[in-house]
């Protein structure tokens, strides 16, 4: 999708359709992170810090429970 910067005061602004918003879940206030490598722009919304402790847990759990197999694999 090819779409154009806005003027928005002194600023300029990216007009994201609706779709992309439902898709993403994300609302007009929802926080949004930007990042970029230099040549590209990165909009994702902010994780959720009980999704992140979720993956940790979960992670921490696969990782006591195979570490035997990954240190093999690692060699």
């Known amino acids: 999708m090819i779409k154009n910067l806005v003027k928005h005061g002194n600023s300029w602004a990216i007009v994201i359709d609706r779709p992309i918003l439902d898709l ?3 609302e007009p206030d929802s926080p949004v992170e930007l990042t970029t490598d230099g040549k590209s722009i990165r909009i994702a919304p902010v994780a959720d810090d009980a999704k ?3 993956v940790r847990a979960a992670r ?3 990782n006591s429970a195979h570490s035997k197999a990954f ?3 690692a060699e």
């Open 24 to 26: 993403l879940k994300i």
């Open 71 to 73: 240190r093999k694999l």
């Open 60 to 62: 921490a759990k696969i």
């Open 52 to 54: 992140k402790a979720k």
